[in-house]
């Protein structure tokens, strides 16, 4: 279907069984919901269970908690969220966020969701944040501090004791965003590698956000946010008490939750265990300081950040970066490029721990720069999208204006054209646009669509849909509106819409006389298609109501528009 290799998270030493696993586990609790503890018990232990476990991991206190989520993205929003209401309780105005400029980028939509300001501070030359810039940052509204452990651009984990040390003494809350390596960073330990303390050890650091999708190994989505005590995680919880049904109160930003993703994700974590885990950080570590000495042995590249944990990031100077990044996709590699600065990241995962998997990547990007350097003018798509990234960002109208051209592309083209037949019947419209007519007699034609050039009033464009069909789009047929009996036009529907027209006709000019009500009889001998256009020619508003009344029976009813 198109995937990129080496971009699953699970082990492909056992990745059967695994898959086999939570298959099994899936089927037994897809349709329940932690959220309904009452009805589903069984699936409210096994997303306590996992917090316990995840808390474990992190020294969490017993004071500690913490509630499991649908992925990275919502964690970071549920934290941003709890932060901006505690700000709130204490009179602060417009809540800030003091973050890196590595940090994730569920940032930036935490603060325009939530009415929030955010201050990127710069990174040193080692992909760091300096504590002194975010301790000359903090000012009275300031909410939260947020650390990356690792971060998604070079992977490397920022100096979460000084900013712990930082926190603590401005009084303010410090969240780690440990999403990317929360199944690395806490066994590495146990690799005998010797790593900076990075969680609830310290007494800064507020709450803790860790994906179970990722290195966890559990299926998508799955994740977990984590505080220090409930003083932080109250106000993260929404409660409404007036409801007429009784009381509403959820913990996340959705209600109801997948209760298939808790089971599976807690299956998976008793499945790996310690000793699995430990394991898959062992493989992963080495892969990656074996994969960043590799690159750096290669004439033009150069490094960035440190490549501590499970991401190598790196750059070169012989020609465009992104011609390279297109290069290894053809390959069959996942290279995810990186604007600021202009370089490559590679995410190692354990398929990539495999036995000469990392001979193989080096000799296509080895193959990749001599691709380069014999097309020094090479320019592919994603070299001319993020050159023009770079020019767009000095002038934000620019990227708005270029974000709705592209949105039109994220939805199926959604405007038709009507059925070209002189014999039309009732016309039927959707937000004041018109999208089909409707035969009287025969099963409807089917719909297709209407050419740019033939839109002259650019329904398609204020729709915000192309009026180009897709490849996508199988052809149109006749099932893609179905024909409705109702519509049919007899002598016994045509008795009955003389009928009620003439009784609305009466009780109209009963409520007011100086409506203009003439709607003529519509004879046979005229024709339905012929009616509806004088209809329209008069400026009627024409509505029709598919009654459950015998096929046949429809209601129309026209009004003057000032009327109406």
Wanted: charged share 25%; aromatic share 8%; proline share 6%.
């Amino acid at each position: 279907m198109g995937e990129r290799r080496y971009m699953e998270h699970y082990d492909p030493r056992t990745r059967n069984q695994d898959l086999s696993l939570c298959a099994k586990i899936y089927d037994l609790f897809s349709h329940s919901d932690p959220h309904r503890s009452d009805a589903f018990p069984g699936a409210r232990k096994m997303e306590a269970e996992i917090l316990r476990m995840s808390l474990s991991m992190f020294h969490g206190g017993a004071e500690a908690c913490g509630v499991v989520a649908g992925g990275g993205t919502e964690v970071t929003l549920l934290a941003c969220l709890a932060y901006r209401n505690r700000a709130w309780a204490r009179g602060m105005y417009r809540p800030e966020i003091i973050a890196p400029s590595t940090a994730h980028p569920a940032l930036d939509k935490a603060a325009a969701l939530f009415g929030m300001t955010i201050r990127r501070v710069p990174v040193r030359e080692d992909d760091r944040v300096h504590a002194a810039a975010v301790k000359r940052a903090i000012g009275p509204h300031t909410c939260m501090i947020v650390a990356s452990a690792p971060n998604h651009i070079t992977g490397t984990v920022d100096p979460i004791e000084k900013l712990s040390e930082v926190a603590q003494r401005f009084g303010v809350p410090l969240h780690v965003d440990c999403t990317l390596g929360g199944f690395l960073l806490p066994f590495m330990e146990y690799c005998d590698y010797s790593i900076p303390t990075f969680d609830f050890r310290l007494p800064g650091v507020t709450s803790i956000a860790i994906d179970l999708h990722r290195y966890g190994q559990a299926p998508r989505s799955c994740s977990v946010l984590m505080y220090r005590d409930a003083s932080m995680m109250r106000h993260q919880c929404f409660c409404n008490s007036d409801w007429a049904g009784g009381v509403y109160a959820t913990p996340t930003l959705a209600g109801g939750r997948d209760g298939g993703a808790v089971a599976t994700a807690w299956a998976t974590l008793l499945g790996k265990g310690r000793d699995g885990y430990i394991n898959a950080c062992h493989r992963v570590v080495e892969t990656t300081r074996r994969l960043a000495d590799l690159l750096s042995d290669i004439d033009g590249i150069t490094l960035r950040g440190a490549a501590d944990l499970c991401i190598v990031a790196f750059e070169t100077s012989l020609g465009d970066i992104y011609v390279l990044v297109d290069f290894m996709t053809t390959k069959g590699w996942h290279v995810d490029p990186l604007l600021s600065p202009e370089a490559a990241r590679v995410p190692v995962t354990l398929r990539m721990c495999e036995e000469g998997v990392l001979e193989a990547f080096v000799e296509d990007v080895i193959e990749g720069l001599r691709y380069l350097n014999e097309n020094p003018t090479k320019t592919t798509k994603t070299s001319a999208f993020y050159h023009m990234l770079q020019t767009i960002r000095e002038d934000p109208s620019l990227c708005l204006k270029m974000i709705h051209s592209v949105r039109s592309t994220l939805f199926l083209p959604g405007f038709y054209e009507r059925c070209r037949r002189l014999d039309m019947g009732y016309t039927r419209y959707l937000l004041n646009c018109r999208i089909s007519h409707i035969y009287c007699s025969d099963p409807l034609n089917s719909l297709c669509y209407l050419p740019e050039e033939k839109d002259p009033h650019g329904v398609a464009v204020m729709n915000n849909n192309s009026a180009t069909k897709p490849d996508v789009i199988p052809p149109p047929s006749h099932i893609s509106c179905r024909y409705n009996e109702a519509f049919d036009y007899d002598e016994i529907s045509a008795s009955r819409i003389e009928e009620r027209r003439c009784e609305r006709e009466a009780r109209l000019q009963c409520e007011n006389p100086s409506a203009d009500v003439t709607l003529d009889r519509i004879d046979r001998s005229i024709g339905a298609a012929l009616a509806v256009e004088q209809l329209l020619r008069d400026s009627y508003i024409f509505d029709t109501h598919v009654m459950n009344r015998p096929p046949g029976d429809v209601l129309v009813v026209a009004a003057k528009r000032d009327y109406i």
